[in-house]
T-cell receptor, first 115, second 116 residues
């Protein structure tokens, strides 16, 4: 079945440092790929997405490129801020019965950014 | 973000209690989902409803009983739960998928459930 493997945390960085969170996946067919972010006490929010190979998703300074050859979707940001402290989830989508897509999530990576 | 709301936000219940979690979406979506988020474990999909019909039940124990009376509301009825059921329960909604279109799921804030 589908699976997502995510870099284990926690990750602690200083403000303005470069961030990479690794994500690799296993899936049949051509899934769409997502990064979600969960701030303390809140639900998950979509951060960015990519629907086909070589697509780059970007939002709020974060980027990730859909690499089919390496089955990866690594999250990057050039200069993190304290407000980026959160848990980040990599996910892929696949069709379930009835054509509502399911999401398969990675285990999440806790990021803490220190001032 | 008020597109998907969940009530209550926090719930403490004994193992013999019966309670219900409520989810409401204001996004015009027609698919709704229940997830369980436990500490140090990946999110677990519990149930999927598509146009009010349950299309997925991922081996969830019968002490969890979902209900979807219309495409905007989703309930999770709880009875005789166990302490290991303590977790954050997240609701999400999306449009029904069509070929080639990624159906982004939008999440509510969750209900933090503690079973004593």
């Amino acid at each position: 079945g589908d699976s997502v493997t995510q870099m284990e945390g926690p990750v602690t960085l200083s403000e303005e440092a470069f961030l990479t969170i690794n994500c690799t996946y296993t899936a049949t067919g051509y899934p769409s790929l997502f990064w979600y972010v969960q701030y303390p006490g809140e639900g998950l929010q979509l951060l960015l997405k990519a629907t086909k190979a070589d697509d780059k998703g970007s939002n709020k300074g974060f980027e990730a490129t859909y690499r089919k050859e390496t089955t990866s979707f690594h999250l990057e940001k050039g200069s993190v801020q304290v407000s980026d402290s959160a848990v980040y989830f990599c996910a892929l989508s696949s069709f379930s019965s009835g054509s509502a897509r399911q999401l398969t999530f990675g285990s999440g990576t806790q990021l803490t950014v220190l001032p | 973000e008020t597109g998907v709301t969940q009530t209550p936000r926090h719930l403490v219940m004994g193992m013999t209690n019966k309670k219900s979690l409520k989810c409401e979406q204001h996004l015009g979506h027609n698919a709704m989902y229940w997830y369980k988020q436990s500490a140090k474990k990946p999110l677990e999909l519990m149930f999927v409803y598509n146009f009010k019909e349950q299309t997925e039940n991922n081996s969830v124990p019968s002490r969890f009983s979902p209900e979807c009376p219309n495409s905007s509301h989703l309930f999770l009825h709880l009875h005789t739960l166990q302490p290991e059921d303590s977790a954050l329960y997240l609701c999400a909604s999306s449009r029904r998928g069509t070929s080639g279109v990624p159906d982004t799921q939008y999440f509510g804030p969750g209900t933090r459930l503690t079973v004593l």
